[in-house]
């Protein structure tokens, strides 16, 4: 049996097929969010490279940000259940997961079986969040995704004493002007970002297996930086960012089961 | 006898002469703020204006978030002291004090004396204070002090959902993309700034009257959308920016006189 998860972000659609809620058949991503044609275009094109038609799928869950606005679903769930049913699919040993996005962050606490036992979020503040990145590559001149890499080549790690975006801002701004190697401010910036979301998942109880999922889990440098806040290991599955989608997927397998 | 206060703050640097810590003899604003020259200009602009020189100034203290780069001073003291002291001169009927600086926020309580009871602050998080401000007057691409001005023109009000400086600032370019009148939207960006404020006041305890103080306090929009977020009448003095030297040079009569 075929199934299909969609997850509609804030920043990027991506959509996953699996047989029997077990085997990943198909997956893509499309870098546009909630509000444009990224949810119809990812949904095709998952189609496409599954080789597979809509009436093939047995039953379609949607989740994310935008999940209201997506038409063809057969039925919705909260972020929070598809994401940890998709990190306890990709890493089964996670218990905490950190989950960075383009706008928010969570921490979650996963049972053994998966299941999600608490969570915290920080939607409000731009700290510590992917935005913050992308406003810290826009001052610097730089991709946010080369970030990771350039973080790697510093020597040593300038401190960005403000947390608040705004502020930490300026202060970039005035390191770039007394010539500080971009490297160290980038650590810094990484550093910045790392403090912040250990102190959420702190506040949160830390259980190892420690994972990433989230766009952000793809940036080397903010994961060195928050395995070290975090004293602890973190595991990365290349299909992090994905991890909403395979859990939809495989909710609406088991949604199909007891249906039927 | 002739006392001088000096406030160096973050983005300006203002100084007092008084006699007798009773009457104002001159005063002088430069708009450069700490770790600039602006401390040295301001302190001549004064001597200049009152037509005085170093020597027949009895004492200066010096306030404010650079007051230790200061060399001149015979004695430094809090912001937050010379603040309650100037806004009692100033305003004596004030027991709340809100001051809205470029960076900060804070709210005072005086007694009926004009001392400080007690008082909350925020400098951490850019929302709520003068910088909030700044950037939406850069996405608007108007003046910071031409917001007061626009906001006289609105006819209604655009709601701004994210209290976050930088979520705030996305929200008003899409608001732009759409159109909305500008007044319209700087009367918006006023009521976030005034519901942020009000929440700090409210945790401090509100106790009539309510006085402005600070740069912001010039901006009439920003002063109406708290007087209506307090349900308060809010007093502002013409020399609110000025509170800090003010008091700054009354401590300093009053030491003079307990030194002598
Ligand atoms: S601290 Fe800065 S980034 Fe966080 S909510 Fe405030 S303005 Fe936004």
């Known amino acids: 049996m075929l199934t299909m998860g969609v997850d509609i972000g804030s920043t990027a659609c991506k959509c996953i097929i699996m047989e029997d809620g077990q085997e990943i058949k198909a997956r893509a991503v499309v870098p546009l969010g909630t509000g444009t044609q990224g949810s119809r275009t990812v949904f095709e094109a998952a189609l496409t490279k599954a080789g597979k038609t809509r009436e093939e799928i047995e039953r379609i869950l949607v989740t994310g940000y935008g999940r209201f606005t997506f038409e063809a679903a057969d039925s919705q769930k909260s972020e929070i259940t598809c994401h940890a049913t998709g990190v306890h699919y990709l890493l089964p040993t996670a218990r905490t997961v950190v989950d960075i996005g383009g706008q928010d962050v969570k921490a979650l606490r996963l049972s053994e079986d998966g299941l999600l036992d608490n969570f915290v979020m920080n939607d409000k503040c731009a700290a510590g969040t992917g935005r913050f990145l992308d406003v810290m590559a826009g001052v610097l001149d730089v991709k946010t995704e080369e970030l990771g890499e350039l973080s790697s080549q510093a020597r040593s790690e300038v401190s960005i004493s403000n947390t608040c975006t705004v502020f930490a801002e300026s202060e970039v701004i005035s390191q770039l002007s007394n010539n500080v190697p971009l490297p160290d401010?980038?650590?810094?910036?990484?550093?910045?970002?790392?403090?912040?979301?250990?102190?959420l998942v702190f506040r949160n109880g830390l259980v190892k297996d420690v994972a990433m999922?989230?766009?952000?889990?793809?940036?080397?440098?903010?994961?060195r930086a928050l395995s070290r806040e975090?004293?602890?290991?973190?595991?990365?599955?290349?299909?992090?960012?994905?991890?909403?989608?395979?859990?939809?997927?495989?909710?609406?397998?088991r949604e199909a089961k007891r249906v039927s």
Request: hydrophobic content about 55%; some cysteine; glycine content about 12%.
């Open 185 to 199: 401010l980038v650590a810094g910036i990484h550093a910045s970002v790392a403090k912040r979301v250990a102190a």
């Open 213 to 223: 999922s989230g766009g952000v889990a793809l940036n080397s440098g903010v994961v």
């Open 230 to 253: 975090l004293k602890s290991e973190i595991l990365v599955h290349e299909d992090c960012q994905l991890a909403g989608a395979i859990g939809a997927a495989i909710l609406a397998y």
